[in-house]
């Protein structure tokens, strides 16, 4: 069956510092992945997208890689703010138009 | 004002009863989507339109139905209301012809709880 898994713990790390979150999926081919932020009592916000012939993707002080091989994204926060404490999503598009989204990773970030 | 409207934003009922949740946008997408969000699962896809003549089931149908009233509005009912089907609901839009594919617009959400 397919699934999309995420860090099932949430992540508490120090100002400053960088966060990193995985998403790994089976039996999906996604031509595309993206992720998403939430804050509590709100909708997912999009950050960022990468399609399957890229490797990397960077937005500010976010970096996104995407290995095909693997089956696995990993999301990077870097010089993490408080304000960068949210609940991360990753989705998958595969060729199909519709996404489909892991759990979630909350992240708290310490000042 | 926001670009995706949900209404109401919180709502209380009983089991057994009919409600109907409404979903606006003013971005002019075509594509628009119903998620039910519950912890621990993530968004899992409930109904999604790709124009107004077009409507399609997602993962878990079963005890909704929708209604595509106009290119800005789309509908969730849930025609009998359970227990199970306490939750967050979520309207969202999409056009594929903005940033490469299907990035999703996402509005404030619907809390449902069902007694």
């Known amino acids: 069956s397919q699934k999309i898994e995420q860090n099932s713990e949430a992540l508490n790390i120090q100002e400053g510092k960088t966060a990193t979150l995985t998403c790994n999926y089976t039996?999906?081919?996604?031509?595309?992945l993206q992720w998403y932020r939430q804050d509590p009592g709100r909708g997912p916000v999009f950050l960022l997208l990468?399609?399957?012939?890229?490797k990397e993707k960077r937005k500010e002080r976010l970096k996104v890689t995407f290995d095909t091989t693997l089956k696995q994204s990993l999301f990077h926060i870097t010089a993490s703010q408080p304000a960068d404490s949210a609940t991360y999503l990753c989705?998958?598009?595969?060729?199909?138009?519709?996404?489909?989204f892991g759990a979630g990773t909350t992240v708290t970030v310490r000042a | 004002d926001a670009d995706v409207t949900q209404t109401p934003r919180n709502r209380i009922t009983k089991t057994g009863k009919r409600i109907m949740l409404e979903c606006s946008q003013t971005?002019?997408?075509?594509?628009m989507y119903w998620y039910r969000q519950d912890p621990g699962l993530g968004l899992r896809l409930i109904y999604y339109?790709?124009?107004?003549?077009?409507?399609n089931k997602g993962e878990i149908s079963d005890g909704y139905s929708v209604s595509r009233q106009a290119q800005a509005k789309f509908s969730l009912s849930l025609e009998s209301a359970i227990p199970n089907q306490t939750a967050l609901y979520f309207c969202?839009?999409?056009?594929?012809?903005?940033?490469?594919?299907?990035?999703?617009?996402f509005g404030p959400g619907t809390r449902l709880l069902v007694l």
């Open positions: 989705a998958l598009e595969p060729h199909d138009y519709k996404l489909s």
């Open positions: 339109s790709f124009d107004v003549k077009d409507i």
């Open positions: 039996n999906y081919s996604p031509a595309y």
């Open positions: 990468i399609r399957e012939n890229e």
């Open positions: 969202a839009t999409s056009d594929n012809k903005d940033r490469g594919r299907e990035t999703q617009y």
């Open positions: 971005k002019g997408h075509d594509r």
